[in-house]
């Protein structure tokens, strides 16, 4: 079983990299969508992952109240220096969540539908998973949206 500092570790470097990338790409292109059908903007996939990070590991492992909008994730907008400054916040709130876990306890609090009844939906660990699961998918997909607005 991993340890949660190993868990951490690579939660770390999926935020550091998200970081990355929106401090290459600046204000203009992190804030641009590319022009593919249902396309998202650096900034919205970040977003994303944040609201992810919060509802996963704050409201389903840790038990805090979390109020979410997943669509206005994708809409956000904004400076890359506030979003940098809440990838650190949340990065540290998960340190917080994750260290109350029980990780082979059921989630405090209910899923969404389409994971009550997949391992994802059964227990804090697995929960804890997905976020890393997430993350690690999104910074591949945030390097992608870099390269197209790039070329």
Known sequence: MITVDDYLYFTD???DGMSEVLQELGDDLANRRPELPGANSPYGIVTHCLGVMNDWAGRLVAGREVERDRD??????GPVRDLVERIEQAREQLRADVSVAELQAPLRALPSPPYRDTPIGRTQGAALQH???ELAQHRGHLELTRDILRS
């Not at 206005?72 to 907008?77: D, G, K, M, Q, Y």
């Open 13 to 15: 470097r999926a935020l």
């Open 72 to 77: 206005a994730e994708f809409r956000a907008t």
């Open 131 to 133: 976020v890393y699961e």
